[in-house]
């Protein structure tokens, strides 16, 4: 058994859920079969993957399993086993990518501002090492250089493009996944460089491309990158942090105007 405040919670996600799988979601996942109607749904699979992860804060496919066979018993009486359950929910890949689009576009906060963007990657480590080589996923995962940490590293990128929250962590806008060698300006131009237009955008030095922001996009999508300087080679300790400091400054008092 569950609180009653948790059960609201889960009567809400299966609600929306099954309204959003009925326009949408099932085109993602038919399935073309004699079984095109099992006892336990995709509905189900997803609500327990979501309520099981958002308030439960399980995060690893057995602990939600194990969650949803103690708790959750008299809610899906017909839940299948582990086995099962594991493949079942890998099939819904992508009726999960489109139900996190629509999910991101639905609940933006009300204190997002819409017109600066902050853009950014992290690793996401199978197998750490320069030498090692990776067993895991390996169809998706290849090796790369993760310079923040310093390290050399199998598995993928985590590519975010967020909304700044004044005081807060940002929200995401567009989230993607690709292999650890991909460069993150290459990604930014072939996956999002089209379909941007109004903001400011702030990322780290890697996506430093004068010729690709050029006045055309400044002028006809009202676009602006912002990013480090970069070190010049040889250039004294004390210049650079005068042109970190001219930098700074500048974002600061004019935050729509271009680099000084």
């Known amino acids: 058994m569950i609180p009653s405040e948790k059960e609201f919670k889960l009567i809400q996600i299966y609600m929306y859920i099954c309204d959003l799988y009925d326009r949408e979601l099932k085109y993602y996942c038919q399935r073309y079969s004699n079984n095109s109607n099992p006892a336990f749904t995709d509905r189900e699979i997803m609500t327990i993957y979501l309520f099981a992860g958002h308030c439960q804060k399980y995060f690893r496919i057995r602990d939600i399993y194990n969650f949803a066979s103690e708790y959750l018993s008299s809610w899906f009486p017909k839940l299948p086993s582990y086995q099962t359950f594991n493949l079942r929910l890998n099939r819904l890949n992508e009726a999960f990518r489109v139900l996190s689009t629509r999910l991101i576009s639905s609940f933006i906060p009300a204190d997002c501002n819409k017109g600066i963007s902050l853009v950014d990657s992290l690793p996401i480590i199978t197998c750490a090492g320069r030498n090692r080589q990776g067993k895991v996923a390996r169809e998706i995962t290849a090796r790369g250089y993760c310079s923040t940490k310093n390290m050399y590293c199998y598995g993928l990128k985590l590519h975010a493009?967020?909304?700044?929250?004044?005081?807060?962590?940002?929200?995401?806008?567009?989230?993607?996944?690709?292999?650890?060698?991909?460069?993150?300006?290459?990604?930014?131009?072939?996956?999002?460089?089209?379909?941007?237009?109004?903001?400011?955008?702030?990322?780290?030095?890697?996506?430093?491309?004068?010729?690709?922001?050029?006045?055309?996009?400044?002028?006809?999508?009202?676009?602006?990158?912002?990013?480090?300087?970069?070190?010049?080679?040889?250039?004294?300790?004390?210049?650079?942090?005068?042109?970190?400091?001219?930098?700074?400054?500048?974002?600061?008092?004019?935050?729509?105007?271009?680099?000084?």
């Open 161 to 260: 493009l967020t909304l700044r929250r004044e005081g807060t962590i940002p929200f995401p806008k567009s989230l993607m996944v690709t292999s650890a060698e991909d460069n993150d300006l290459t990604v930014f131009k072939q996956a999002r460089g089209d379909y941007i237009s109004d903001t400011v955008i702030f990322g780290d030095k890697i996506y430093s491309d004068f010729e690709y922001f050029n006045d055309d996009k400044k002028q006809n999508r009202n676009i602006e990158m912002y990013t480090p300087v970069k070190a010049i080679k040889g250039q004294a300790e004390q210049e650079r942090q005068r042109q970190k400091l001219i930098t700074t400054c500048s974002l600061r008092l004019f935050p729509k105007s271009g680099n000084p």
